[in-house]
């Protein structure tokens, strides 16, 4: 099993700055492509980046130019940073990713969200 914990997330004015954080912990032998999520109230669940095994990045059109996702396979730990935020950015912020276990098994795992508010 893997458990994923993300952190950093708060409220901020417009145009500020956050870094989220995504530690995951548990039998894990390599960090695969991992994602950053967000759902507004009232809306669905969007996937916002990702980056892969590989460095490869990618991002909602909403939010290119503004965040940026990297990773610290030592650490097992995913970052999102957060730049020049707007209202509509305000959401809860999930961590997703694929591990694969030192038995080979691989799988797919959420964390539990953290908020992040923007104040206009």
């Known amino acids: 099993q893997v458990q994923l914990v993300e952190s950093g997330g708060g409220l901020v004015q417009a145009g500020g700055s956050l870094r989220l954080s995504c530690a995951a912990s548990g039998t894990i032998f390599s960090m695969n492509r991992m994602g950053w999520s967000r759902q507004a109230p009232g809306k669905q669940r969007e996937l916002v980046a990702l980056?892969?095994?590989?460095?490869?990045?990618n991002y909602a059109d909403s939010v290119r130019g503004r965040f940026t996702i990297s990773r610290a396979d030592a650490k097992n730990t995913v970052y999102l940073q957060m730049n020049s935020l707007k209202p509509e950015d305000t959401a809860v912020y999930y961590c997703?990713?694929?591990?694969?276990?030192?038995?080979?098994?691989?799988?797919?795992?959420w964390g539990q969200g953290t908020q992040v508010t923007v104040s206009s």
């Open positions: 997703n990713g694929d591990f694969t276990t030192p038995q080979a098994m691989r799988g797919g795992y």
């Open positions: 980056i892969t095994s590989g460095g490869f990045t």
